[in-house]
């Protein structure tokens, strides 16, 4: 890939790679599936690349050699031009090796950038891998303990994010800025546990499943796969290979470094589990209680 500063390299127009989006909510394993992909020597899988809130932009592809510009063209770039941020530093020109690339795309960043999310829904050519958690008691607890202590994922340092941050400083800089704590954050959730309430969990239930069902019909017309969380921990290499082979792309043999930040039982991690588990019982939802991490 070549490019020098931000809005230099021509977006392609030989349509020789499949571009496709991660659609999913916060806590679903979207870290996760996007590392697993940008792990094929035939996948560039950018991170929250239109992530509005953070002051930097997350690029986080760390087998590519990609010479990024610096940050505040990036960003400049972004906020004068999203749509032509998306098709110049995202969509842009690849070597003939690859064959898809995306980025990871979380519901709410659809408010932040005007135009992208329409571009987006209008390019019918766009795949969709919709990224899902059945489990929302985990999901939610996955999201309280990340807000309690300030960390939202585990990222060891590898030799290729090492030789990657030797290339271009600006990236590790990002990186410790997106990995920052909180100075007042505890490191690990409160000793007697994190509480959610009957009512907390309803309305999260709800919103879930409304947010899902939304996108579902948004991206209707889209080329689009269901991925679940659960079936990545469980039937990995399947999810891979179906995922590849969604993206057109040869099957690898995929990796991931992250690892999982909570995987206790509800029971350690709620201080209510029992109020809580009594009132679900008999629901459909009753069997989330007894599911690991």
């Given at each position: 890939m070549?490019?020098?500063?931000?809005?230099?390299r021509?977006?392609s127009?030989?349509?020789?790679y499949?571009?496709?989006?991660?659609?999913?909510?916060?806590?679903?394993?979207?870290?996760?599936?996007?590392?697993?992909l940008?792990?094929?020597?035939?996948?560039?899988c950018?991170?929250?690349?239109l992530?509005?809130?953070?002051?930097f932009?997350?690029y986080d592809?760390y087998?590519?050699d990609r010479a990024?510009?610096?940050?505040?063209?990036?960003m400049?770039?972004r906020?004068?031009?999203?749509?032509?941020?998306?098709?110049?530093?995202?969509?842009g020109?690849?070597?003939d090796?690859?064959?898809a690339?995306?980025?990871?795309?979380h519901?709410?960043?659809?408010?932040?950038?005007p135009?992208?999310?329409?571009?987006?829904?209008k390019?019918?050519?766009?795949r969709?891998?919709?990224?899902?958690?059945?489990?929302r008691?985990r999901?939610?607890?996955s999201?309280k303990a990340?807000r309690?202590?300030?960390?939202w994922?585990?990222?060891?340092?590898?030799p290729a994010?090492a030789?990657g941050?030797l290339?271009?400083p600006?990236?590790?800089v990002r990186?410790?800025?997106e990995?920052?704590?909180?100075?007042?954050?505890?490191?690990?959730?409160?000793?007697?546990g994190?509480?959610?309430s009957?009512q907390e969990?309803?309305?999260f239930?709800?919103?879930?499943?409304?947010t899902?069902?939304?996108f579902?019909e948004v991206?209707?017309?889209?080329?689009?796969?269901?991925v679940?969380?659960e079936d990545?921990?469980?039937e990995?290499?399947v999810?891979?290979e179906?995922t590849?082979?969604?993206?057109?792309?040869?099957a690898?043999s995929?990796s991931?470094t992250?690892t999982k930040?909570?995987?206790?039982p509800?029971?350690?991690?709620?201080s209510?589990?029992?109020?809580l588990?009594?009132a679900?019982?008999?629901?459909?939802y009753?069997?989330?209680?007894?599911?690991?991490?």
């Amino acid at each position: 890939m070549t490019s020098t500063s931000a809005g230099a390299r021509t977006p392609s127009t030989s349509g020789n790679y499949v571009r496709f989006i991660i659609l999913s909510g916060p806590r679903t394993g979207s870290n996760m599936l996007a590392e697993a992909l940008n792990s094929s020597p035939s996948v560039r899988c950018f991170h929250e690349v239109l992530n509005f809130v953070q002051d930097f932009i997350m690029y986080d592809v760390y087998n590519a050699d990609r010479a990024e510009g610096s940050a505040e063209d990036d960003m400049a770039f972004r906020e004068r031009d999203p749509i032509g941020f998306l098709e110049q530093r995202i969509f842009g020109e690849y070597p003939d090796g690859i064959r898809a690339v995306g980025f990871k795309y979380h519901y709410g960043q659809i408010w932040g950038l005007p135009g992208v999310f329409d571009h987006i829904v209008k390019d019918e050519s766009i795949r969709v891998v919709h990224l899902k958690r059945r489990n929302r008691l985990r999901t939610l607890l996955s999201l309280k303990a990340a807000r309690e202590t300030g960390r939202w994922m585990e990222v060891p340092m590898t030799p290729a994010r090492a030789l990657g941050a030797l290339r271009h400083p600006s990236r590790l800089v990002r990186k410790v800025a997106e990995l920052a704590r909180r100075p007042d954050a505890p490191t690990t959730v409160p000793e007697h546990g994190l509480t959610i309430s009957h009512q907390e969990l309803d309305e999260f239930i709800i919103s879930a499943e409304m947010t899902e069902s939304h996108f579902e019909e948004v991206f209707a017309q889209h080329p689009s796969m269901t991925v679940y969380y659960e079936d990545i921990l469980h039937e990995r290499d399947v999810v891979y290979e179906s995922t590849q082979s969604f993206l057109d792309v040869e099957a690898y043999s995929l990796s991931v470094t992250l690892t999982k930040q909570h995987p206790e039982p509800a029971r350690q991690l709620l201080s209510n589990f029992e109020e809580l588990h009594s009132a679900f019982k008999g629901t459909k939802y009753a069997a989330w209680f007894e599911e690991e991490g």
